[in-house]
């Protein structure tokens, strides 16, 4: 899925994006274990672990519930509460993750049960997703630009007002002998992108060290597409 928009600053510089996603991982495959008596299909997000030993264990995650097959034995459980990472609890068994980590264990009110399989990192070939945002920066100012100029291009995650922006992706290159508009691209995992969060294209020129010209694109959009591209 594509969108596109331009945007303009008075001070000269545009800048254009097209937001772009490639899934370049297959899709995650349904698991072949169906609740019983379901009336339609549910559709899984399956996920491969390789744990401690070598040992194999995979996720399969719909909303709020996963299902945890590991030594041919398959949990159900359901999202708790968690003081850091994600954990998921049958009441007798907890999966819990954290990044690309997780471990299983017997569950327990202190946290503390006894280890079933631990050090479990997800396969890296699952995480091919990419997305990127392909865009142009023109430079609108008479003057022309030395070789030497530098232009910094980031999408950032702006949602907090009172805290400096978070750098997602960015792309950075010497002006050069580059014609406008000058094309860039930023590399992203669509994971890190939070669907309550506002994101921005920040486009940056310096010579010198010293800022030039600046804007700020916002894309509103970004959350949507990641949202419906994903399903």
Same mark, same amino acid.
């Given at each position: 899925?594509?969108?596109?928009?331009?945007?303009?600053?008075?001070?000269?510089? =545009?800048?254009?994006?097209?937001?772009?996603?490639?899934?370049?991982?297959?899709?995650?495959?349904?698991?072949?274990?169906?609740?019983? @008596?379901?009336?339609? =299909?549910?559709?899984?997000? #399956?996920?491969?672990?390789?744990?401690?030993? @070598?040992?194999?264990?995979?996720?399969?995650?719909?909303?709020?519930? $996963?299902?945890?097959?590991?030594?041919?034995?398959?949990?159900?459980?359901?999202? $708790?509460?968690?003081?850091?990472?994600?954990?998921?609890?049958? @009441?007798?068994? $907890?999966?819990?993750?954290?990044?690309?980590?997780?471990?299983?264990?017997?569950?327990?009110?202190?946290?503390? @049960?006894?280890?079933?399989?631990?050090?479990?990192?997800?396969?890296?070939?699952?995480?091919?997703?990419?997305? #990127?945002?392909?865009?142009?920066?023109?430079?609108?100012?008479?003057?022309?630009?030395?070789?030497?100029?530098?232009?910094?291009?980031?999408?950032?995650?702006?949602?907090?007002?009172?805290?400096?922006?978070?750098?997602?992706?960015?792309?950075?290159?010497?002006?050069?002998?580059? #014609? $406008?508009?000058?094309?860039?691209?930023?590399?992203?995992?669509?994971?890190?992108?939070?669907?309550?969060?506002?994101?921005?294209?920040?486009?940056?020129?310096?010579?010198?060290?010293?800022?030039?010209?600046?804007?700020?694109?916002?894309?509103?959009?970004?959350?949507?597409?990641?949202?419906?591209?994903?399903?």
């Amino acid at each position: 899925m594509r969108l596109f928009s331009t945007y303009r600053w008075a001070a000269g510089l =545009a800048v254009g994006l097209c937001v772009a996603l490639l899934l370049r991982a297959q899709e995650p495959a349904a698991p072949t274990q169906t609740a019983p @008596g379901a009336q339609q =299909a549910t559709e899984w997000k #399956q996920f491969d672990y390789t744990c401690e030993g @070598g040992a194999k264990l995979t996720v399969y995650l719909h909303n709020d519930t $996963v299902k945890i097959l590991f030594h041919d034995h398959l949990y159900r459980m359901r999202q $708790v509460i968690a003081a850091s990472g994600t954990r998921y609890s049958d @009441g007798r068994v $907890v999966w819990w993750s954290k990044g690309n980590g997780g471990f299983l264990q017997h569950d327990s009110p202190d946290g503390n @049960g006894e280890m079933i399989i631990k050090d479990c990192q997800l396969n890296q070939s699952l995480q091919a997703r990419e997305a #990127q945002i392909t865009g142009t920066v023109s430079y609108l100012v008479r003057s022309a630009l030395p070789p030497d100029a530098v232009i910094q291009v980031q999408l950032e995650d702006v949602s907090r007002a009172d805290a400096p922006a978070i750098a997602i992706a960015e792309d950075r290159f010497t002006w050069g002998r580059h #014609q $406008v508009p000058v094309a860039f691209v930023l590399k992203f995992n669509p994971s890190e992108i939070d669907p309550h969060h506002v994101y921005a294209v920040n486009a940056r020129i310096t010579v010198g060290g010293q800022l030039r010209s600046s804007m700020i694109a916002p894309t509103p959009y970004l959350p949507r597409v990641i949202r419906h591209t994903s399903r």
